[in-house]
């Protein structure tokens, strides 16, 4: 699995054509406590940069992008009820969509774990 | 001594504090703490049964008529008594801050008392007990109070016209930029111009209205004292712009240097100025918005005029309108026939540019008769004066702070010596390397008997805290609070953490949790929950 | 002036503390060109007295309701408000306390409101409720607006039942916005279920809403449970307006009968009439549909202690927030008005509401049957609350209104008052409530009799 990260705070985690998408650790301790995540329903598709989600703490909210095309093929239900999980494990149990890309070469010019980790250090 | 048949009371009682008792502060059996009892939901205590009222008996009818539609399932009301609602009601209204009660200086809400004499004529039968679809011939008083009003706010503003019904500043908002769009479909300009520019340091209904109308937000960049430079709007304009949405005086308090300026660059390029009057308060009897190039304007007579802000509303939004948009305001409107000089309401746009209606009849009566009582009372010398005392106790709050607390727009701007309008804006620099924010200073502060500032608005400034005391306060009272804040900013410099992370202490409720509100919403009482 | 409190000596004080030599050295800011220097033209202070002199005349040249027989409804309905009401709306604490941002001191504000949504929740029989709109109007404006968003559809179809003004403020908002809207003719003569099942012919994939409302502007209830099944099976939502809220005491809830939004006026409990506002919005949905509801909710959580208690919520849907993209503008809305309601509401209890609609509806009942015998009157109302419709043959409702009003009789509202050019001048809307007398009903009746003769 490759980590791939967008300078404003999403992730697309690669593994074949498959791609996790959710929103960083950084990102959540930015927002403060998760209150309620919008989700999309399976199925649809997405070009790259569509918004694909809101994530909602008390006083912020945030429209979340994904960095790659394609169809969603699994949502994170947990969310629904327990939107917690975001803060408890924002790049592990708490991603958002998966969604079977349409394009490999979307990663292209995303940021790496590493880029990432300087990005948010600046 | 007397005599044992003597009725004098000879047995003496405690009558002064037991100055050995060492003071405990034990919980009670109760949870109440003597004049703050716990008052339990209108559902606890109430029942199904109980009722406050006695109404007479319905008269006889052989049948109903309601079609076989009978509600036969209980409906679940909960009743009380006529002294039980008197006692929740008053315990409840116990647990609630209030101007009448101490310093509420909210900022860009105008909290300043309440004269009571607009409650008292607000409730005249001939003005309160009148409904707005009985014949126009019978409430031509009404009419005129109206007409009175409208005439004042127009003359206050140098503007040609304004809508009287509009039912809060938002929906205000809301009907200046209608008129805009309606006078741009007159034009034959409305597919082109989609485009509205609004400066980041805007109240957030502004781009929520825009989008109402149909439009798109540009934000504008301010400059670095907080005002909006003439220079962006000249590059933000063309001819896809429909209108400027801006406030002054501004969110930062400020008032907006280049207005003029920026009024013609935006007429220049064939768009319309639409001011959010939410800070009035600070200018009224000193300039009129139609001099300085405003198109329409809301006036929230909740702030500026006095109505009571009653725990979020009701308020009352008129727009005064510009000689352009004039004739675009809505219906109804108020017309005085020049044959017989009568006043009667129009209330359909047939025949009339009007484009549309706003609200279902004549807008809020309510609010209008309060805030003529208001306007009349101070009339136009104390106007002026109000405005006057409302800024200089701005400033004198500001000055008074600004070596312990961190203004904002002096240290980007060395030197600044501007004055402040009638809102004090400081951020949370001085509060560094603490521990603690903006929101724990605001929740030290209800220990110490005051209302909170605005905190974290305008979004421009780190850790927001607008400080609008208004005219109502007396220095006596400004200098408490100013000693107070300058106590509270010490003390959070010295790293007496304990006294803001935690507080309120002395509130009748603790630090509530908004994040678990949040996430398992429930919003109302459920017979049986757990 | 009185209300304002520096003396000339803290005022020279206060600007030598800023560092000012004068006032208007802190006005410098504004234009030299237009600052106002001589005033308006228009009058100084008043004292409280003149102030009070001036209303009173104003209100003297008024008719009262009080001061008639009064049959006037349409959306605004004369009820008995009971004293305790308005003594407990002015208790400072209330009356000049703004919007529950500090929840640790304004919990008199936010349990009032929890209460509040709870009553309109129970009223409607629906699952949430807001902390009120402006009014039953613009309410029923952004229950439109709700639905296109939630149903991401543009097309609302409006019963011709709607009240004629909130269908005004809907294609108001409509033609700003671009949606469409299908208004269904308000023809008196084919409301209530003739015009369900036209409605239903219409329905289609593009349909984001259909708007009834019960009982409608003439005074027609209807059952509704088919249309919310037919509205449901093209996906879209039902919203049911309800201008009087007393006949919920009496008629089966809008959501029992499948509203997803059910929207009204609150006026008739615990505000009064004020010739139309401030009045109070009531807006309740179900819980599917909460994220995009309009306007502030109160919801219950605990304090740092563990004590319950109430705070402003899911505020990520308004503006202050949300800014262009939030579910609507309003910001404050109807909170004196919502504590009125929740007074009123809580003095009558279940019993007090059943009695007060069975006393309004057993006197329309009678006054319609009365008023029915007359020469060349028609009762058009079949089922109905407090409120019919009657034709007045050959006569314009409008001139035989005026003529009774010189009586102090208010004998109702014209509908061509509010449908100009809908050849209605022959109609008129008669509403009852507990507050009237049989002596009102016998002016009513003599008047009417000897105005048509």
Known sequence: MSKFYTEDHEYAFIDGDIATIGVSHHAQDQLGDVVFVELPEKGTTFEKGDEIAVVESVKAASEVYTAVAGEVIEVNSLLEDAPETVNAGAETVGWFIKIKMSNTADTEGLLDETAYQTHIAD | ?530 | MRYLPHSPTDRKEMLDAIGVSSIDDLFAEIPAAVRVENGFGLPNHATELEVDRFFRKQSDKNLAASAAAFFVGGGAYRHHVPATVDHLIQRSEFLTAYTPYQPEISQGTLQTLFEFQTQVAQLYDMEVANASMYDGSTGTGEAVLMAHRATKRKKAIISGGVHPQYIEVIENLSDFGEKSVLKMPANVEVLGHAEIAQIIELLDNETSCVVVQTPNFFGELADFTALADAVHAVKALLIVVVTEVVSLGAVKAPGTMGADIVVGEGQSIGVGLNFGGPYVGLFATTKKLLRQMPGRVCGETVDADGKRGFVLTMSTREQHIRREKATSNICTNAGLCTLAFTIHMTLLGEKGLRKMAMASHNGAVILAERLSKITDVDLLTTSFFNEFTIRLNGHNANDIVNALAAQNILAGLPVSRLLPHNQSDDLLVIAVTETNSDEDFDLLETALREALS
């Open chain 2, 1 to 530: 001594m007397n005599k044992p048949t003597n009725k004098m009371n000879n047995v003496g009682r405690p009558s002064a504090p037991n100055i050995t008792e060492t003071h405990t502060d034990h919980p009670t059996f109760t949870g109440n703490k003597a004049l703050q009892i716990n008052e339990p939901l209108l559902f606890e205590v109430g029942s199904v049964e109980q009722t406050g009222v006695d109404i007479a008996a319905p008269r006889d009818v052989s049948a109903n008529r309601l079609g076989g539609l009978d509600r036969d399932e209980e409906i679940g009301l909960y009743g009380l008594s006529e002294p039980q609602t008197m006692r929740h009601y008053v315990r409840l209204s116990q647990k609630n801050f209030a101007i009448d009660s101490g310093m509420y200086p909210l900022g860009s809400c105008t909290m300043k008392h309440n004269p009571r004499i607009n409650e008292k004529i607000a409730r005249l039968p001939g003005l309160a007990d009148i409904h707005p679809l009985q014949p126009q011939q019978t409430v031509r008083g009404a009419i005129e109070v109206i007409e009175n009003l409208a005439d004042w706010l127009m003359k206050l503003t140098g503007m040609a016209a304004v809508a009287m019904s509009p039912k809060a500043g938002a929906h205000g908002e809301l009907c200046g930029m209608m008129a805009i769009e309606a006078a741009l479909r007159a034009r034959g300009e409305a597919t082109k111009r989609t485009k509205v520019l609004i400066p980041e340091s805007a109240h957030g209904t502004n781009p929520a209205t825009a989008v109402f109308v149909g439009y798109q937000v540009q934000t504008i960049k301010t400059r670095d004292d907080g005002t909006v430079d003439p220079a962006t709007i000249r590059e933000a304009l063309s001819d896809e712009v429909a209108a400027i949405m801006l406030t002054n005086p501004n969110t930062c308090g400020l008032f907006e240097r280049d207005i003029m300026e920026i009024a013609d660059a935006v007429h220049e390029a064939g768009a319309y100025f639409y001011c959010d009057g939410a800070n009035f308060n600070a200018i009224m009897g000193r300039a009129r918005p139609g001099d300085l190039g405003v198109d329409a304007m809301h006036i929230n007579l909740h702030k500026t005029f006095s109505t009571p802000h009653g725990g979020g509303g009701p308020g009352a939004g008129p727009v005064v309108l510009s000689e352009a948009l004039a004739k675009f305001a809505p219906v109804p409107f108020v017309h005085r026939n020049a044959d017989d000089n009568i006043v009667s309401l129009v209330e359909h746009k047939q025949g009339t540019q009007a484009f549309g209606r706003m609200t279902a009849f004549h807008g809020q009566m309510g609010m209008n008769t309060r805030a003529l009582a208001y306007i009349l009372s101070h009339g136009q010398d104390g106007i002026k004066q109000a405005a006057e005392d409302a800024v200089l106790n701005a400033n004198y709050v500001k000055a008074k702070l600004k070596d312990v607390l961190t203004p904002s727009f002096e240290e980007q701007s060395p030197g600044f010596k501007r004055p402040a309008m009638h809102e004090a804006l400081f951020q949370d620099d001085f509060l560094k390397d603490t521990g603690i924010t903006t929101l724990d200073f605001a929740k030290a502060m209800i220990d110490e008997g005051f209302h909170p500032m605005t905190m974290y608005f305008p979004l421009v400034v780190h850790g927001a805290m607008l400080i609008e005391p208004t005219e109502s306060e007396s220095k006596d009272t400004l200098d408490q609070f100013i000693a107070t804040m300058r106590d509270l900013a010490k003390s959070a410099q010295n790293g007496e953490t304990e006294r803001f992370l935690n507080a309120p202490f002395h509130a009748p409720m603790r630090r509530l949790d908004e994040t678990l509100a949040a996430r398992k919403p429930i919003l109302k009482w459920t017979p049986n929950a757990d």
